[in-house]
């Protein structure tokens, strides 16, 4: 079960933009598909959730943006649980382009876990607390997936 899940993405023509680069929204995108991924991969799939009648909802995304993401740029998406607080845990996310090792993207969202019946913030439960490995530095990161470490948002 990874505490840093890594997804390879080949950047598709559906994902271009006007202006020739990747559109904001399926960064979005990308970083839901990723996160349920991540869930799924600790023993969490939709359809437990779905079961336990509680969920996370979305309280806030932070994106920066820094180099262009352009069509066929190999990524890899690299995804963590940075805190995990009694009701809510933030998530990051790095948007890597393997062909020059840059960062084109740093994120964090911030989850929040509710009741799907009343849609009111929920105690996270200690077997979905327990199944994520806090993981509090991008230089833990950088370490794991074999990059050179590169300075964290700052």
């Given at each position: 079960?990874?505490?840093?899940?890594?997804?390879?993405?080949?950047?598709?023509?559906?994902?271009?933009?006007?202006?020739?680069?990747?559109?904001?929204?399926?960064?979005?995108?990308?970083?839901?598909?990723?996160?349920?991924?991540?869930s799924t991969a600790q023993g969490w799939p939709m359809a437990r959730y779905l079961s336990e009648a509680a969920s996370w909802y979305v309280r806030s995304h932070l994106i920066e943006y820094l180099r262009p993401g352009l069509l066929g740029d190999e990524l890899q998406v690299c995804t963590w649980v940075a805190t995990m607080a009694n009701r809510n845990s933030l998530r990051r996310t790095l948007f890597l382009r393997a062909a020059d090792q840059s960062v084109i993207a740093r994120a964090e969202t911030q989850w929040i876990f509710v009741d799907l019946k009343n849609g009111r913030p929920l105690s996270i439960p200690d077997p979905l607390r327990h199944a994520f490995e806090v993981v509090d530095s991008e230089a833990q990161v950088w370490r794991e997936i074999g990059w050179p470490a590169r300075p964290a948002a700052g």
């Open positions: 079960m990874p505490r840093i899940y890594v997804k390879p993405l080949c950047v598709g023509a559906e994902a271009i933009d006007v202006h020739g680069h990747v559109n904001n929204q399926e960064y979005l995108r990308w970083m839901q598909e990723i996160a349920i991924e991540h």
